[in-house]
């Protein structure tokens, strides 16, 4: 069965500082998407960064960039420059090409610190 | 652009009754997605349409949930009936493509958080 694993339940930051989530995954499919989800506190969830498997290149949006190790099947988010609207739960998502399938890991409750 | 809608936000229900979520997604996209997430847990789909139809139900449990989306826009979940281990918060997600597997982005709804007691 497909999984995602995030082995950090909490984590905290100082502002500006750097920090970087783990998710580990489990498949056999050589195709497929991996994507990162913010949710803050009483808001909606949203995407942070979108990877595709055969692409070799990291995903990054502004402060936000993945480390994507395929045969290791890891998948870190590194968070640059914290700030305080970051904090969230953070949820690591796979999607294997040509499904239907979406799996979710639970979560890293992330607060960043003034 | 107005963002996926959800209501009611919040639900509290005895055990054995019934209940119903509504869900408006964007509009133009093709698929929708219910997810359940348990305190502690991360979202897990339980259905998807593409447009009207159903293209995935494999963790519905279809003996008390149902699902309909209704001329390819608007949905609704229902359970009837409910048990204590439905509680939890039940998101709406929607998707432009039409296309299986295309790691599309997905824009989720705020949520109807659900207490079952």
Known sequence: ?114 | EAGVAQSPRYKIIEKRQSVAFWCNPISGHATLYWYQQILGQGPKLLIQFQNNGVVDDSQLPKDRFSAERLKGVDSTLKIQPAKLEDSAVYLCASSLGGTSGSGDTQYFGPGTRLTVL
């Open chain 1, 1 to 114: 069965a497909q999984t995602v694993t995030q082995s950090q339940p909490e984590m905290s930051v100082q502002e500006a500082e750097t920090v970087t989530l783990s998710c580990t995954y489990d498949t056999s499919e050589n195709n497929y998407y991996l994507f990162w989800y913010k949710q803050p506190p009483s808001r909606q969830m949203i995407l942070v960064i979108r990877q595709e498997a055969y692409k070799q290149q990291n995903a990054t949006e502004n402060r936000f960039s993945v480390n994507f190790q395929k045969a290791a099947k890891s998948f870190s988010l590194k968070i640059s420059d914290s700030q305080l609207g970051d904090t969230a739960m953070y949820f690591c998502a796979f999607h294997p090409s040509g499904t239907y399938k979406y799996i979710f890991g639970t979560g890293t409750r992330l607060k960043v610190l003034a």
